[in-house]
Structures are given as structure tokens and as C-alpha cells.
């Protein structure tokens, strides 16, 4: 049933098939699960880790973006945090996205088996549809 998921992870990016362009930081707000994830967009990998340090993790480092988008998983219910370099790559937002789905599915208590890949699948959905609308608009 894992499978379900990945076939869903990599579904999500051919649904991201328009350009992005505007850079920004936004919120996707918690549903059910009442955790918001952060969306932090920046090639100022300075400023990142500033934000990251000061909403989220005392401990972010310049050398945690040394890379092409990094989710930073949910402390004390604090709002889940992924950063992106830019919104280029859909499949690196997609990555992204499901690492922040993990993250809210294990802060709920919620692991993943076979009884549970649906509501995973569903967050998922949720988080992508959020994200597609907010860049749509924003554009």
C-alpha cells in the first residue's frame, strides 16, 4: 500500500505543470489537523536560516541549504517550515510537500500503514492544492 503513496507523491508532479514566479513566504493552514506549514521562499540562504531559527529550530545552520529545498519538521506544534531556493522545480516542491505531509501525519500521532495511507494521500492532496492556489493567485 506504500506504493498508493508514491504513485499519489509522483501524480503531484505532473499536477504542477504551470511556471512559477513569484517569490514569497505564505502559510497553508491547518484543516483536521490543526498544523500550519510555512512555506519560505528565498535564494538568501542567510535570510532562511535567520527565519528558520527564529520561528522554528535554534539550531538551523547556512549549511542545512546547501541544497534544493529542506522541510524543517514541526517542534512543540510550531508550524512546519519548507524552504525553496525558488519555485522552478516542480518535483523538489513536490519532495518538499510530502516530507511536510510526514511530518504532520507523525505530529498527530498518525502512522503510516495500510489503514492509514489514505488520510496520508489526503494531506498530501490538501497541502499541494493549497500551495497550486496560492502560487495561481499570486501570479
Known amino acids: 500500500m506504500k506504493i498508493a ?4 507523491f509522483l501524480a503531484v508532479i505532473s499536477i504542477l505543470a504551470y511556471p512559477y514566479t513569484k517569490q514569497d513566504k505564505f502559510e497553508i493552514q491547518g484543516t483536521s ?3 500550519s506549514v ?36 514541526t ?10 531556493p525558488n519555485l ?19 505530529w498527530a500521532g498518525i502512522s503510516l500503514t495500510d489503514d492509514t495511507e489514505e488520510i496520508y494521500a489526503y ?3 490538501y497541502l499541494t492544492n493549497q500551495f497550486n492556489n496560492h502560487v495561481r493567485r499570486s501570479n
Not at 503513496?5 to 499519489?8: E, F, H, R, T, W
Not at 522552478?88 to 511536510?100: M, N
Request: proline share 3%.
Open 75 to 84: 517542534q512543540d506544534g510550531k508550524p512546519i517550515i519548507i524552504w525553496l
Open 38 to 73: 510555512t512555506i519560505l521562499v528565498t535564494e538568501d540562504t542567510a535570510k532562511a536560516a535567520a527565519y528558520v531559527r527564529t520561528n522554528l529550530d535554534t539550531t538551523a545552520k547556512g549549511s542545512d541549504f546547501d541544497c534544493r529545498g529542506v522541510t524543517f519538521p
Open 33 to 35: 489537523i490543526d498544523l
Open 88 to 106: 522552478e522545480d516542480k518535483g523538489v516542491i513536490s519532495h518538499e510537500l510530502f516530507h511536510a505531509t510526514i511530518s504532520k501525519m507523525q
Open 123 to 125: 494531506e498530501l492532496q
Open 5 to 8: 503513496i508514491i504513485s499519489l
